[in-house]
Each structure stands twice: as C-alpha cells, then as structure tokens.
C-alpha cells in the first residue's frame, strides 16, 4: 500500500502486515528523512513477515525475490540515514 | 504499436512462458504493476499446471488492494488442493474483496474446516482482519450451518463487557472451530481492548496460544506505523 501524495509513493504495509505494490530500484530524492525512517520500519516488518511465510510455505523464487527486493531498497535507506 | 499494445503484448508473453515452466512470476508481476490487467492470470489458473497456479496465486497475493481485479480467478484458486494456492489465494481476498464478493468470501472462510492447520490458521487471520462489511457480505453464502453460525456472532462482537467476556469464555470452548473464531474475535477486538487477546496468547491450547502471539505483535506494530498504514483499527468492527 502506498500513501497518496504526488511524489514517489513510500512503501506501507497492508492488511497482510507485507509491504505491495512497485517498489523503487534506488531511493527517491523526493522522500523526507521521516519518509525514510517510515519506509525503512514498514519494509523490516514486511521482510520478517516474509521470512515467517517462507518457513511456512517452503523456498520460492518469487517470494525470494521479493525479500532481496526490499532488503536492498532497505539498505540503500539505512545508508542515507546514516549519512554514508 | 501503443505502449498499451506492448505492455499486453510482453504481458501476454510473460504467460506464455510460465505455462512452458520459466519461472517469470516476478516479471509478470511488474508487467501487471505497469498496466496489464490482472484478469488475464486466468489462463494459469485455469491451466490444469501446478507451478502455473502456484504463480497466478502469488501473484494475486503481491497484488495488495488490485487483487480485486482478479477476484473471480482468486475464487477458483481457493479450491485448488496445493496448500501454497490456498494461502496466498486467501491473502488476496483479505486484501482485495469487496462486498460485492460475498460468494468468494463465504468459500474462503469454509476452508476454516480444511485438514491443513496452515489454511485453517491463514482463515482466522481473514477473519480477524477483515472489514466487518465484508464478512458479513460472506454470511449467506456459507453453507455449514456451525460456521455460519459462528460468523454471525463475530460480527456481532463489540467491546462491550458482556462481549468481552463471552470471547475470553470462548477461547477455551471443546470445540477448536469455536476456539478458533473466538481468537479472530479477540484480535478483532484488540484495538479497542487487549485483555482477549492477551488471554489467548496464554492459552493451553498451542495452536491459539502461538496466533494470539503473533497477532498481538501485529496489532501493536500498527501503533508505531505511519498513517496511512492504520486501516485496521478504524474498519475492523464497523
């Protein structure tokens, strides 16, 4: 789910407790650091929650994917809130 | 050529390709984020091949609220017997039926009878996160007299003192099928009133015990998130 504003949307996580919809490849420069730190909460709890369906559902490409998606937006947003 | 025209074309390639076996999920995926319409994942659900319906039911499961657009193939994945296609099926009736889609709705939560304990337990997170509108659009199309029955009274449920305390009574009825509707029916509470859940997560019964404590970090990580994220609390018992 993504909030409505007229910029890149910031990820947010849905009823499923996941983060959907088309994540950018890089970080926007049009989020705030509040953007960030938001974005950066909702897409650890949608990973943790995709890592608690793979020991479930057993390994999967898509959803593999997926995870390595978000971790790399992630890292990318924990970097520039720390500056580096 | 359009850009529309292209964008179905590489779409409809995209399909093609996962009924040879290529594993495209994700391409499909950003294919339908771009603009192909979710409908045509009919051809891989209704395809008769495993890995393709395993595909289509993923796909409508990282479709989020779009899953709508797809409601009707969603219904005919519920029923297929792989564990996987059910519980990402289930998913996107949480995230993507109306109350338009009472009959698909109804399916989904008479699964909450299906031998698998992981589809039995991805059932009570539909009804405990679902809108009370939607479940109640669901009611007359269950045909199981107890489930009906049970949907019903957790529609019913308000934070009352009275409610409350017929959900923790509930939580450790002989019945598991009551059990189970009453641990929905105390997540469904929880924004209003912990005490419910809480007493879940400490049940003598695993099953509940192990959903009560998830769900119990679930509901208060809602509290830290930004904004737009708070649906729940606001719809679940309206």
């Known amino acids: 789910m993504f909030n409505a504003r007229d910029k890149t949307p910031v990820p947010g996580r ?16 049009s989020w705030t650091k509040q953007d960030l730190e938001d974005a950066a909460g909702e897409l650890a709890k949608s990973i943790e929650r995709r890592v608690d369906e793979s ?26 809130l720390s500056g580096s | 050529m359009s850009e529309h025209d292209v964008n179905s074309q590489r ?17 499909l995926l950003k294919e339908i984020w771009a603009g192909y319409p979710a409908s045509n994942l009919y051809r891989l659900v209704k395809s008769g091949q495993q890995e393709a319906e395993k595909a289509a039911a993923w796909i409508a499961s990282e479709l989020g ?14 029923t297929n017997p792989l564990r996987y296609v059910k519980y990402y ?5 949480l995230t993507g039926a109306t109350v338009e889609n009472g009959a698909i709705v109804g399916r989904a939560v008479a699964l909450i009878d299906n031998p698998d304990n992981v589809v039995r337990w991805k059932v009570v997170e539909l009804l405990s996160r679902s809108a009370n509108a939607i479940l109640a659009a669901a009611q007359s199309h269950v045909d199981d007299v107890q489930i009906r029955h049970l949907l019903a ?18 939580l ?5 099928q009551v059990r189970m509707f009453a641990v929905a029916a ?18 003598e019964y695993d099953d509940v015990k192990t959903f009560a404590q998830k769900e119990l970090d679930f509901v208060d990580s809602w509290r830290t998130a930004p904004s737009w994220t708070r649906r729940l609390s606001s719809h679940v018992l309206e």
């Open chain 2, 186 to 203: 105390a997540a469904r509470l929880a924004y209003d009133n912990r005490v419910p859940l809480q007493e879940a997560a400490t049940s």
């Open chain 1, 14 to 29: 849905d009823e499923t407790g996941k983060v959907h919809g088309d994540l950018p490849g890089h970080v926007p420069g």
């Open chain 1, 55 to 80: 020991l479930q559902l057993g390994e999967d490409g898509p959803h593999r994917r997926q995870i390595e998606l978000e971790r790399g937006l992630l890292t990318q947003i924990l970097k520039k």
């Open chain 2, 89 to 93: 099926a289930l998913e996107a009736v």
């Open chain 2, 11 to 27: 779409g409809d390639d995209l399909v093609d390709r996962l009924l040879a076996g290529d594993d495209v999920s994700h391409d």
């Open chain 2, 153 to 170: 009274w957790l529609i019913g449920i308000r934070a009352t003192p009275h409610d409350v305390e017929d959900v923790v009574a509930s």
């Open chain 2, 172 to 176: 450790s009825h002989a019945d598991a």
């Open chain 2, 65 to 78: 609220y779009r899953s709508t657009e797809m409601m009707s193939e969603v219904g005919l994945l519920l």
